[in-house]
């Protein structure tokens, strides 16, 4: 494993990194369906093609609602949707398989009519949570202790460029493009670790290496001190300790169908009772439990790539 070096930039406050995160492994390209979110951007567009392919035979088709999701990472992704939809005005079922290409490209694969499968239904009731999905909602009481969506920088972000890259603010997201070592910049946000919190953040992978970590990084005291989640454009993620100089990866490098190459990837960490859970994409991937951390700082880290970050919020 290789040793944490770290520099750091006391009067630009962003510390650059060479840890664990450097280097993804890249998950198989191909597997079996997952259930994915039903509004998911992709999952909607897909949809809404197949009922207007359909359309052609039946000019008074109508998409109601998608009711369950599903995806398949192939070379590009196939989408097996139960959608609500009517014809001539009378609701009914039915179960489209859609193929997205690397191109952008939809087509429709297949249309079933009647009652969805029970692979493609939607549960009347909630499906049991398994262990590191329970607890995932934020109190509904929460308090929001940092919010920003970055539409000005009121909270004094830094901006700029040096020899480890640029930091700039703009088009309503804050963007770092890292051409050295890896680079964490933060905020001071004092959170009560005795109680449940959550941390959540919006990361678009713009360019440079895609095989390296970016995200959000919390609990950070000094260069010896400190916690990071990071993905990889190739559709990995790990979670990443270093306290007092040593450095400890509490899960190592694995792909996750939930992380997007094309689109911003929603990153939460959540403090519920005695678990910490890391969720991507509304998915929890991993549940580890909670260790106190030294420090109050929060924010992101690229590592030889480009990032729009958007949408940090702290909640308790």
């Known amino acids: 494993m290789k040793n944490n070096l770290l520099k750091y930039n006391l009067t630009a406050l962003v510390i650059f990194i060479a840890a664990a995160i450097c280097q993804a492994q890249r998950p198989p390209s191909v597997g079996g369906y997952k259930e994915t979110s039903k509004t998911d951007e992709m999952v909607v ?16 088709l109508k998409l109601v609602a998608v009711k369950r999701a ?13 959608l609500a939809v009517t014809s001539e005005n009378k609701p009914q079922e039915a179960t489209a398989v859609v193929y997205h290409d690397l191109q952008n490209n939809f087509s429709l694969t297949s249309w079933t009519s009647g009652k969805c499968a029970a692979g493609a239904e ?29 539409d000005n920088n009121n909270a004094k972000w830094i901006t700029g460029a040096d020899e480890y890259g640029e ?11 890292g051409t050295k070592g890896a680079k964490l910049i933060f905020q001071t946000v004092a959170v009560n ?8 953040t919006t990361a678009k992978w713009i360019g440079g290496k895609d095989d390296v970590g970016y995200g959000l990084f919390w609990g950070f005291k000094d ?8 993905i990889s454009a190739t559709g990995s993620f790990i979670i ?33 009772g005695s678990q910490l859970i890391f969720s991507i994409n509304g998915t929890a991937v991993k549940k580890i439990p909670f260790e106190a951390f030294a420090g109050d700082k929060i924010g992101f880290i690229v590592n030889e790539n480009a990032v729009d970050f958007d949408d940090l919020t702290v909640t308790q």
């Open 45 to 60: 567009a897909a949809a809404n093609f197949a009922v207007e392919t359909q359309r052609e035979r039946d000019a008074s």
């Open 70 to 82: 599903a995806r398949q990472i192939v070379a590009g992704s196939n989408y097996e949707m139960c």
């Open 122 to 150: 939607d549960k009347s009731k909630p499906a049991a949570k398994t262990p590191a999905q329970k607890d995932s909602s934020p109190p509904k009481s929460a308090a929001i202790l940092f919010e920003d969506h970055f």
């Open 167 to 177: 930091t700039t603010l703009a088009d309503g997201v804050y963007k770092i493009n």
């Open 193 to 200: 670790q005795t109680k449940n919190f959550k941390i959540e």
């Open 223 to 230: 260069v010896e001190n400190n916690y990071q989640f990071a």
């Open 240 to 272: 990443v300790k270093v306290k007092n100089g040593k450095e400890t990866v509490l899960s190592p490098w694995a792909g996750s169908d939930s992380i997007s190459a094309e689109r911003a990837n929603k990153l939460s960490i959540e403090k519920s």
